[in-house]
């Protein structure tokens, strides 16, 4: 299946500072990747649907300016945490749909803890 | 509405013993489902899929699981468990459509007994 890699797995911050966070596809051209967020003992909520080449799909509630997706390639997605602050702390999971197998793989993801 | 429940938030078994995960589902057509492996502070490890045929699915360390339509569930079962098991199980259904959303159950976390 298809390979994900994440970048940085874990950062720390200070309030204010912005964070930008690598998602690829190793050995698949992904033109879809989507965006998750999980706080502590809970299940994944999808912030935003990242597409190749266009503007991405947020989710109701999901700041676009908050969050700013990037998806300028078949194999990297990029979120960025635009002034970030406490709250937005957090494990960030990117994951691409393989079409050849129509199945769905995670990245390891990215924990984020804003000081 | 699209759902998946997980009804079981905490299952404790000990070491050894067979261990069953329940999943059932709400959905308009025919789901793909899934079930996702998340170990502490991991990303989610594909266990096994069902799109159609066999109804009884194997998958990897172990895992099957069964489609049971009538039922609208997608158990998860393993005939004895692991320490190494012990970890966050989440069942997921989608249409694997481009853009579509693939929708998650809110999880079991699976603690295991020495």
């Not at chain 1, 999971?93 to 924990?111: A, H, K, L, M, V």
Request: proline share 4%.
């Amino acid at each position: 299946g298809a390979v994900v890699s994440q970048h940085p797995s874990w950062v720390i911050c200070k309030s204010g500072t912005s964070v930008k966070i690598e998602c690829r596809s190793l050995d698949f051209q992904a033109t879809t990747m989507f965006w998750y967020r999980q706080f502590p003992k809970q299940s994944l909520m999808l912030m935003a649907t990242s597409n190749e080449g266009s503007k991405a799909t947020y989710e109701q509630g999901v700041e676009k300016d908050k969050f700013l997706i990037n998806h300028a390639s078949l194999t990297l997605s990029t979120l960025t945490v635009t002034s970030a602050h406490p709250e937005d702390s957090s494990f960030y999971i990117c994951s691409t749909r393989d079409w050849r197998e129509e199945t769905q793989y995670f990245g390891p993801g990215t924990r984020l803890l804003v000081l | 509405a699209q759902s998946v429940t997980q009804p079981d938030i905490h299952i404790t078994v000990s070491e050894g013993a067979s261990l069953e995960l329940r999943c059932n589902y709400s959905y308009g057509a025919t789901p793909y489902l899934f079930w996702y492996v998340q170990s502490p502070g991991q990303g989610l490890q594909l266990l096994l899929k069902y799109f159609s045929g066999d109804t009884l699915v194997q998958g990897i360390k172990g895992f099957e699981a069964e489609f049971k339509r009538s039922q609208s569930s997608f158990n998860l079962r393993k005939p004895s468990v692991h320490w190494s098991d012990a970890a966050e199980y989440f069942c997921a259904v989608g249409p694997m459509n481009r853009d579509d959303k693939i929708i998650f159950g809110k999880g079991t976390r699976l603690h295991i007994l020495p």
